[in-house]
């Protein structure tokens, strides 16, 4: 609440940040020295307001003051000192709230200097992704809870824009790697700094189960759920030890301070949730069962096959982040390519029916962005749930109250009610049935949607791959199909070494591939780590089998399915 | 190699297709037990019991109830007539890497803490055509980069049911370690690749060090052990405010190893690194279960079986590295003629379909009868799993595991038409082929909803990396 206050206080001194740094995003055809004074009252009339609290009101006005809605209803008074906008032929929905992601976190968040105990350790690996390291942590990095997604923020505006786009205003954020990868924050998607965007945090626990790269341990999924069992009993020890230390130190060797395990504390007491990735139904159920062994409160995050898990979910009151990055079928097969396995087949033709199983189920869930590179799909894919069965309405609530209640943001932020933070997003037409958001208000403040991403933005991994791998038995030819979601990667290995889901995998922003998969020889079937270079629309690298000498290997994608005629790998910033 | 691989492409799609329909259909609720099945007139090789012609084998409730001639079916139960076909128990492969996720964590070489069953995936295709091969429970193992590694799991092959039901009930738990060439990592070429560090070599990269590490293991497990018993002495007398000791996942399974209670799982190859073990267990107080691979274990035979350790091995495969020049095809026939507990394994999804060939190969090289072939696959690998009084052998109260061959299982020419596991049919030949045709529509329809087969490179757009 401190923190709500704060802003209030700040609003006016921060509009002129706000039009100092982004020119291109203060309200428009307004002197800054109009802007320092100018009070921030606004009102949409003759709007279509979607309230989510209520009825829909058909012609309507709303007004925002200072940040905050101050009335809203068929006869609403428009206040003298408003700024008022037309909302004839728009739609009002409560701000969209993008239920996972890493927004505002750059890509590389830099790891502070001096990491933990086991920061430095492999030092020969192939550098992954940079994981985030909190100071003087007793644990090594993709090991630390007490990281805090506020202290990786960075305001910028201009890494907004896409999801903006598509109607997002707010945002649960979080660190992108690691095992325990940290708090999370709900923030707004803009304002001048960092503190400025924060509304809540932290705000949940996030769990990522993938290895460390390079070596250190553990670089095994089952290693992973290892380090996870260790450092939660490791927590529960801790609160043992500070409990009996607080009742009576005398006498007793002082409890290590340990910011990790510490972190954990509010997680085993369950006041914290942990958001667990999990994707498919396996995943899923492996994360249940880890919750419930240590008795903490899970949240599943992706969910891609979280329909086939439903009762489960439902039984034991686990909510969804369902991720709306929904598989695509690939454009650009190799003509002689094997034919799609039907598991492939029907994960795409599943996909946009997920939602309404879960509502039907009467799971809880939230809809999340999930690494997505379009965000002109991500309301297109909600539409395809609606008409997979999917209500307009539960759609709607999926992107704004449930998220919002979930964490513990909802007397804030979810609807359009009077007194909760001024998020709106505005279209032209349904959004869920192929209207465009035009409009956005966020934190009181008008924000342009500027036309949606329609090109691909380019993907560093995702595609499908041709591979040679020369190993002591000789050349294999095989087909790798890889899908990017951030910087971890998932997919199949098919041909001449069997065919295998794909598991700890990742790709950096430098184009360092990176993944594990059992394969078939013909002495037994081993596992095989995967470690290499892509440069544009080619990769190679090494591999390396437990008992078999390195083996290398070589390959490339069809151009149209990666990164298109770049230069050495590198990124692309989303175009626009 | 273009052929080859069509060939294989052949033999995997229907039973990928086949993977598939399980999933959707995988529940966490209890199921009924399986209606009654009669089998009748079949050759019944007990494994055990000896072999019986023109036999019935009734099950009920997921077990064995009665074998005999001329048995009557309760009411609602399925008659299966299986005149001219065997009927014999659910093969076990004792050393299996299918349907884990993940097999090695190969970053420490003490990873006792990790768990296959953490990471096992129950529609894995692999359970699937292991089944077809007439495989019913398998252990899979950690895999040989670590001293000592995670901790196995022994699995019923119940196909696309949860992991849960899929673990074997009262089996008890195990660990695998590794000695040898895996561990030293000595077949890894120190070949510095341009662009990619060459792993820095891990401790231990000797047979004494894989010595050392087992001693420096099980010792810190004994001090873990004791710093427990002095909490519980101390809570047993009545001291209050205590804080309980750091539970050490690492040390646990080891101070269970101790106890006897978790079974030793040990890749090995050379005689001199079986005793070195068999030796170190003896100092610590625990025994070693099983040796795997073992293919020295013909030259000390006699040593193993004093030991009571079992073996598990290959039928006729050798020579792959090192330390496995020294293999014979009559190990497992001499092991077993010295008393040990002795079995073949496949440690690979693709042999694992075909483990009835390997029990031949004992017939034909090593003089062993068919009783003692097959046992080398059933019987005995229950034995070295500790499950022998539930599988293994076709006797009245054991689990319904067993499979329908078309004919004698030790002929090249017979192959599993059903199988069973607790009296509920995983496979069966008839119903693969009507799942094919079923899932043939089904893609057409699927393909058909996305407008037809996906589109090749060649109906694109020239890009500009194209030319």
């Given amino acids: 609440m401190a923190l709500l206050t704060r802003r209030f206080t700040m609003a006016t001194t921060a509009a002129l940040a706000v039009s100092a740094a982004l020119p291109s995003r203060a309200p428009a055809q307004i002197g800054v020295q109009c802007e320092r004074n100018a009070p921030e009252v606004y009102a949409i009339t003759n709007a279509r307001i979607v309230p989510v609290s209520g009825a829909v009101i058909e012609r309507g ?240 995050a992706g969910g891609g096959e979280a329909y086939l898990v439903a009762d489960r979910l439902k039984a034991e009151g686990v909510p969804v982040l369902l991720s709306v990055n929904f598989p695509k079928r690939p454009t650009n097969a190799a003509p002689d390519a094997d034919p799609e396995p039907l598991r492939v087949l029907r994960e795409r033709a599943e996909a946009p029916k997920n939602p309404a199983k879960l509502a039907q189920a009467g799971v809880k869930f939230a809809f999340e962005s999930g690494g997505i590179s379009n965000w002109a799909d991500f309301n297109t894919n909600i539409a395809s749930a609606v008409t997979s069965g999917l209500t307009a309405d539960q759609a709607l609530r999926a992107l704004t109250i449930t998220p919002a209640e979930l964490f513990g943001v909802s007397d804030r932020l979810g609807t359009i009610e009077v007194g909760k933070i001024a998020n709106l997003t505005i279209s032209r037409g349904d959004v869920f049935a192929g209207g465009r958001v035009t409009k956005l208000f966020i934190d009181g403040k008008p924000v342009e949607a500027r036309a949606p991403v329609t090109a691909n933005a380019p993907s560093m991994a995702a595609g499908t ?112 | 190699m273009k052929i080859s691989l069509l060939a294989a492409c052949a033999l995997a799609v229907p039973a990928t297709i086949v993977a598939q329909q399980a999933t959707p259909s995988r529940a966490m609720t209890a199921r009924p037990a399986a209606a009654p099945t009669l089998i009748k007139n079949a050759t019944v090789l007990t494994v055990t019991k000896g072999r019986f012609e023109n036999t019935d084998i009734l099950i009920q409730n997921g077990k064995i109830a009665q074998i005999g001639k001329n048995l009557t079916a309760p009411a609602g139960a399925q008659v299966i007539d299986a005149t001219g076909k065997y009927v014999m128990p659910g093969i076990i492969d004792p050393h299996s890497h299918s349907m884990s996720d993940a097999v090695n964590e190969g970053s420490l070489s003490v990873t006792s803490m990790v768990r296959i ?184 035979a006699s040593e193993i079986a004093q030991a009571g350790t079992g073996l598990s091995s290959f039928a006729d495969d050798w020579s792959y590295k090192i330390e496995a020049y020294d293999a014979i095809p009559y190990n497992v026939a001499i092991l077993l003629r010295h008393g040990v507990v002795a079995t073949i394994n496949s440690d690979s999804d693709e042999r694992a379909r075909r ?74 030949k008839k119903r693969d082929l009507d799942m094919r045709e079923k899932m043939a529509k089904e893609r057409a329809a699927l393909e058909q909803a996305e407008r037809g087969p996906r589109p090749t490179r060649a109906t694109q757009i020239p890009n500009e990396d194209d030319k």
């Avoid at chain 1, 040679?468 to 971890?488: F, M, N, S, W, Y």
């Avoid at chain 1, 000498?549 to 790998?569: K, L, N």
């Avoid at chain 2, 399974?253 to 030796?279: C, F, I, Q, T, W």
């Avoid at chain 2, 052998?393 to 069973?420: C, M, N, R």
């Fill in chain 1, 61 to 300: 006005t709303i007004v925002i003051r200072n940040g905050v809605i101050t009335a809203v209803g068929a006869s609403a008074a428009v206040p003298a000192d408003a700024r008022s906008i037309d909302g004839a032929g728009l739609t009002v929905y409560p701000g969209f709230i993008d239920a996972y992601g890493s927004l505002g976190i750059p890509s590389a968040a830099a790891p502070a200097a001096g990491g933990g105990r086991g920061a430095g350790a492999p030092t020969t690996a192939p550098a992954g992704p940079q994981l985030s390291t909190a100071p003087n942590s007793l644990h090594p990095a993709g090991q630390q809870p007490e990281i805090l997604a506020v202290d990786l923020l960075k305001a910028d505006a201009e890494a907004m824009a896409g999801p903006e786009s598509a109607g997002l205003t707010a945002a649960l954020t979080a660190p992108s790697s690691g095992i325990f990868m940290g708090r999370s924050a709900v923030i707004n998607l803009a304002g001048a700094t960092t503190q400025e965007m924060l509304i809540k945090s932290p705000v949940a626990m996030h769990i990522g189960f993938s290895a460390a790269r390079g070596g250190g341990y553990p670089n095994s999924l089952m290693g992973v759920f290892a380090a996870l069992r260790q450092m939660l009993l490791d927590a529960q020890h801790y609160g043992e030890l500070d409990a009996a230390y607080a009742k009576n130190p005398r006498g007793m060797r002082r409890p290590e301070n340990d910011p990790s395990l510490a972190a954990l504390q509010p997680v085993l007491a369950r006041q914290m949730p942990v958001i667990m990735l999990a994707s498919t139904q396996r995943e899923i159920e492996r994360a249940l069962d880890l919750a419930k062994e240590f008795n903490i409160r899970p949240i599943i």
């Fill in chain 1, 465 to 576: 791959w041709t591979l040679t791998v020369t190993l002591d038995i000789g050349e294999k030819p095989i087909t790798v199909a890889l899908i990017e979601e951030g910087d971890r990667i998932r997919g199949t290995l098919q041909g001449a070494l069997g065919s295998a889901q794909i598991s700890d995998g990742s790709v950096s922003a430098a184009g360092e591939l990176r993944f594990t998969v059992s394969i078939t020889l013909p002495s037994a079937t081993e596992e095989a780590t995967f470690a290499g270079q892509i440069n544009g629309n080619a990769v190679r690298g090494t591999v390396q089998i437990v008992g078999h000498p390195p083996g290398s290997f070589v390959g490339t994608r069809p151009a149209a399915e990666g990164a298109q005629g770049q230069q050495g790998g590198r990124r692309r910033p989303p175009q626009r």
């Fill in chain 2, 117 to 300: 069953a953490d990471v096992l995936n129950p529609t894995a295709i692999n359970i699937y055509r292991e089944l077809a091969g007439g495989v019913t429970t398998i252990n899979v193992l950690h895999g040989s980069a670590n001293t000592i590694g995670g901790q196995n799991a022994t699995v019923k092959l119940k196909y696309g049911r949860p992991v849960q039901e899929m673990l074997f009930a009262g089996a008890p738990p195990g660990i695998k370690f590794a000695l040898g060439e895996n561990v030293t990592q000595k077949n890894r070429s120190n070949v510095v690749i341009p662009g990619q560090p060459s792993p820095p070599r891990r401790y231990p990269t000797s047979r004494m060090g894989q010595e050392e590490v087992l001693r420096d293991a099980f010792t810190r497990a004994r001090d873990y052990r004791t710093g427990w018993e002095e909490y519980r002495a101390k809570v047993a007398k009545g001291e209050k405010a205590l804080v309980a000791p750091r539970r050490d996942l690492e040390l646990e399974p080891l101070v269970e190893v101790m106890e006897g209670k978790r079974l030793v799982h040990a890749h090995s190859y050379r005689s001199d690194e079986m005793l070195m073990l068999l030796n170190l267990a003896k100092e610590f107080g625990f025994k070693v279960a099983t040796l795997q691979h073992g293919l020295d274990g013909y030259k000390i």
């Fill in chain 2, 355 to 428: 483990l009835n060939i390997d029990a031949a190969k004992l017939v034909r090289y090593g003089g062993l009868t068919d009783d003692e072939a097959l046992k080398t696959i059933t019987y005995n690998g229950a034995l070295q799993l500790g499950v022998a009084d539930k599988v293994g052998s076709l006797e009245v109260g054991k689990d319904a595991d067993l499979a329908i061959w078309s004919g004698d299982p030790l002929s090249v020419y017979s192959s599993a038409e059903t199988t069973f596991i607790e009296g509920e049919i995983y496979f069966d």
